[in-house]
């Protein structure tokens, strides 16, 4: 078996950089333009570093680049080190100025319209020189920041158990409920029914959220249709907005639809369909002192909101000598709706 000779000086940090971007870009172009250079220096840097290699790393097609096997492995590790390169430069800074930290947050809908910004608060009132910086994006986005060591903490939607790699823990349990604007016809209905919103146009998530797939089994097991009337966005300010000043329907966790009364919420059952909103952290990385403040005012802070008790205790957060523990998957209950009929459309 040959084992390249990464420390003889042909490997550049250059080259870690560039392929932790060409596999979150997919397109020679799109790296070029994150990294500021142009296409020709992507390509001669990554044919210098598949050389020093000795393998493909990607797949040239017409959509782009596709890792190969070897592009997936090495990326974790390029991803790896420039984890541990950022967390040293931040360590250095940290040790010189101890009170002007640093903590980079990732979320996505839930957990950005109130949680987020109420934790920071509080944590701006106790150490008003940290600095927080938020990052909104999908999930696998999210996780490919933390895993590179561009975010400390992601704080959303839990999908997965805990594993090697990754700690995830609650915070609260939330449910999903369908909503309308303030003025909406429906908002003034003490009874509604699924059957009820036919005619009117919806908002939906994305297709890459889990949100949607279940709404889809959802919408499939009470014998409806998905919405051919609909806008698509996970994006909480477009979804305010058009719940506001249209006739729309969405679904929304409760604790947004709860804090904003210009939202009504509508007495439809969608007890199948809840999560559990908490943390997602790198297992092998220490915390810095800022985002373990952090960390600990989005433990009060979710309590203070009358949320269902977090799971989260100090001996949970990962250190250099703490496994991550595997989160059961939450026990929900089946659908409140009877199937309402032949697939009509709503």
């Known amino acids: 078996m040959h084992i390249p000779k990464l420390l003889d000086g042909r490997l550049k ?169 303030a003025q909406h016809p429906l908002a003034r209905r003490p009874d509604v029914r699924l059957e009820d919103l036919a005619g009117y146009p919806w908002i939906l998530p994305g297709v890459e959220t889990v949100l949607r797939r279940e709404l889809e089994t959802y919408f499939l097991e009470n014998g409806f249709e998905l919405p051919q009337n609909r806008v698509e966005t996970t994006s909480f300010l477009t979804v305010r907005q058009l719940l506001v000043e249209t006739h729309n329907i969405a679904v929304m966790p409760e604790l947004i639809a709860r804090e904003d009364p210009r939202i009504s919420t509508l007495p439809i059952s969608l007890k199948r369909i809840g999560h559990s909103v908490g943390l997602t952290l790198q297992a092998d990385r220490r915390l810095n002192p800022a985002t373990t403040a952090l960390i600990d005012i989005l433990r009060r802070t979710a309590r203070d909101l009358s949320l269902s008790p977090a799971d989260l205790s100090p001996a949970d957060l990962p250190s250099a000598d703490l496994p991550p523990a595997a989160l059961p998957p939450a026990a929900l209950p089946p659908a409140g709706l009877p199937p309402a009929g032949p697939a009509p459309a709503l």
């Not at 080190?81 to 967390?87: D, E, G, R």
């Not at 839930?110 to 999930?139: M, Q, W, Y």
């Open 13 to 181: 940090l250059r080259h870690l950089v560039l392929v932790d971007v060409l596999s979150t870009q997919g397109t020679v172009i799109g790296a070029a333009r994150e990294l500021h250079v142009t296409q020709p220096v992507v390509t001669r840097s990554l044919q210098d570093l598949e050389q020093v290699l000795g393998v493909a790393l990607y797949e040239r097609g017409p959509r782009g680049l596709t890792p190969t096997d070897f592009g997936v492995a090495f990326t974790a590790h390029a991803r790896a080190v420039l984890s541990q390169l950022s967390q040293a430069a931040r360590h250095i800074a940290e040790i010189a100025e101890a009170e002007r930290g640093t903590v980079v947050v990732g979320t996505h809908l839930t957990g950005s319209n109130l949680l987020i910004p109420r934790a920071i608060a509080a944590l701006k009132a106790e150490r008003p020189l940290v600095t927080v910086v938020v990052r909104e994006g999908g999930t696998d986005m999210l996780l490919a920041e933390l895993e590179s060591g561009r975010l400390d903490v992601i704080v959303g939607r839990l999908t997965s158990p805990s594993d090697e790699r990754l700690v995830r823990r609650t915070l609260y349990q939330e449910s999903v409920r369908v909503v309308v604007g």
